[in-house]
C-alpha cells in the first residue's frame, strides 16, 4: 500500500527538522557535517535527506538563508527604533549591532564558511535563491534606512549595510583564531586582536557609519 502524501505542513515540520539537525551538529563540531551524520541526528534513514536536500551543500545553503533572514529582520527593529540625528546614530547603531550579532554567531560563522568553500560545489538553484532572498530582505531594509535618514540617498541604505556586513565577515575572518595559537597575541604588535571580535566590530561599524552619514 502506498504512503499517503505528506501535507504541507508535515514537509515543512521534517525539513526543519533536519535543519535543526545540521545546525546542532555544525555548532558542535565547527564544520559541516556529513549528510550520513545529519540524518543520525535527526533519527531517520540517509536516504531519507535526499529527499528534502540533494547534498550537505545544499543543506549549508538553507541554513545561511534562514540565518541572514534572522539578522535583517531583527536589523529592521534596530533601524526603526534608532535616533536619526547623525551625531548619535552611529555609535547606537554599532552597539545594538554588535550585541546583535552576540545573539545570532550562526550568521558570521555560516558566511566564513562560504567564503572558503569553491563556489562550484554549491546548488545554484539555492544559491540564486539565496542570493534573491537576502537581496529583497536587504533592500527592504536599506528603503527603510533611508526613510530614517535624509542623507541618504535612493540605494544607499542598503549599499551602507552591506559594507556593515562586508567588513563583519572580514574582522571574523581575521580575528577568528583557533585556541591552540591565541598564544601568538602576547606579542604586542597584535595588541588589537586581543580586544576581541564583538569589540572591535562595534568600533569598526561606527566609524564606518560616521563617515556614510554625513550629510552634505
Not at 46 to 55: E, N, P, Q
Not at 66 to 83: G, K, P, T, V, W
Request: proline share 4%.
Amino acid at each position: 500500500m502506498a504512503r499517503p502524501a505528506l501535507s504541507e505542513e508535515e514537509r515543512f515540520s521534517r525539513r526543519a527538522a533536519l535543519l535543526d539537525a545540521a545546525l546542532r551538529l555544525y555548532r558542535e563540531q565547527g564544520t559541516l557535517p556529513t549528510v550520513s551524520n545529519i540524518a543520525k541526528a535527526a533519527g531517520v534513514a540517509k536516504g531519507s535527506v535526499y529527499l528534502w536536500f540533494r547534498s550537505k551543500e545544499e543543506i549549508f545553503v538553507a541554513l545561511l538563508e534562514a540565518a541572514f533572514l534572522e539578522l535583517i529582520a531583527r536589523l529592521l527593529s534596530i533601524i526603526e527604533a534608532i535616533d536619526p540625528r547623525p551625531e548619535f546614530a552611529p555609535d547606537t547603531f554599532a552597539t545594538q549591532y554588535a550585541k546583535l550579532l552576540a545573539e545570532v554567531p550562526d550568521v558570521v560563522r555560516l558566511s566564513s564558511v562560504l567564503n572558503s568553500m569553491f563556489r562550484e560545489n554549491l546548488p545554484i538553484e539555492s544559491f540564486s535563491r539565496l542570493d534573491r532572498n537576502v537581496g529583497a530582505n536587504l533592500s527592504k531594509a536599506g528603503a527603510l534606512l533611508e526613510q530614517r535618514f535624509g542623507c541618504l540617498i535612493r540605494s544607499k541604505g542598503a549599499d551602507l549595510l552591506l559594507y556593515t556586513w562586508t567588513l563583519t565577515v572580514g574582522l571574523w575572518t581575521m580575528m577568528d583564531i583557533p585556541d591552540e595559537m591565541k598564544k601568538v597575541l602576547d606579542d604586542p604588535a597584535l595588541a588589537t586582536f586581543r580586544n576581541g571580535f564583538h569589540t572591535e566590530v562595534k568600533t569598526a561599524v561606527a566609524q564606518l557609519w560616521r563617515g556614510a552619514l554625513i550629510c552634505r
